[in-house]
């Protein structure tokens, strides 16, 4: 049995992602602020805000360690969830969503990273950590100071930790990802923003216009088939598309 706990499951790509997860076997614990309508034993999900996330962390570790290690053939933990503010300069933003931002985007990735080695500290079996990052950790962007540098943080903090697991027997693999681009809600935010504010939004608009975003489904089955490759985690932040 393999075990994978997903955050962000309820829509987009993690939706894709919690569907594929099942329809392959896996045992997945979803985490969202709301539910997916599936039947009772598709998947385990706990409805919880990220934007709070150090109850939840102290939850999954306690969880992690009643669990039996023997019946288990991988344990992966997925960070998926991420939230994009309004897209406008900084000196603009509302601090409330900006603080929020930075919580689920960083702040639950750190601790849940934290509480996943901690809960399977010891397990000889294979334990991968995928951390969905993204073009614009790695690229600045106007209007969108929030998600950067969640995303920025999520990439240095997975380098981090590939350094600490290399060190250790039975370490994790880790990897910050970038999924390249697909449709998802927060394309359809991006281009519905205020040009005024966002000097990038016809970027945005001419991906949609050209045909060049992937379905949420083709994003999740490049994610996961990487994140199955044999060198998983032997470049911390890495790239789908290359």
């Known amino acids: 049995m393999r075990l994978t706990i997903l955050t962000g499951h309820s829509r987009g790509l993690g939706a894709a992602l919690a569907a594929q997860l099942i329809a392959r076997g896996d045992r997945v614990l979803g985490i969202a602020r709301h539910a997916l309508p599936l039947p009772a034993g598709a998947l385990e999900q706990w409805p919880h805000d990220l934007a709070d996330p150090l109850p939840l962390a102290v939850r999954l570790q306690t969880w992690l360690e009643a669990q039996d290690p023997s019946a288990i053939e991988q344990a992966t933990l997925i960070n998926n969830a991420g939230v994009v503010s309004t897209p406008q300069p900084l000196r603009e933003a509302d601090p409330a969503a900006l603080s929020a931002a930075l919580r689920v985007g960083l702040e639950a990735t750190l601790l849940l990273c934290q509480a996943f080695l901690a809960g399977t500290r ?78 990038d939004r016809d970027v945005f608009v001419a991906l949609h216009r050209d045909g060049q975003l992937l379905a949420p489904d083709a994003a999740a089955q490049r994610l996961l088939a990487f994140l199955e490759r044999p060198d998983f985690g032997a470049e911390p932040v890495a790239d789908v598309r290359h």
């Open 122 to 199: 010891g397990w000889t079996l294979p334990r991968r950590v995928l951390n969905v990052s993204s073009g614009l950790g790695r690229r600045a962007m106007a209007s969108s100071a929030a998600y950067c540098a969640a995303k920025a943080g999520m990439d240095h903090l997975t380098r981090c930790l590939a350094l600490e697991e290399a060190l250790v027997p039975h370490g994790a693999r880790v990897a910050s990802v970038a999924p390249g681009v697909f449709d998802t809600d927060m394309q359809r935010q991006l281009r519905s923003a205020d040009a005024a504010a966002f000097p």
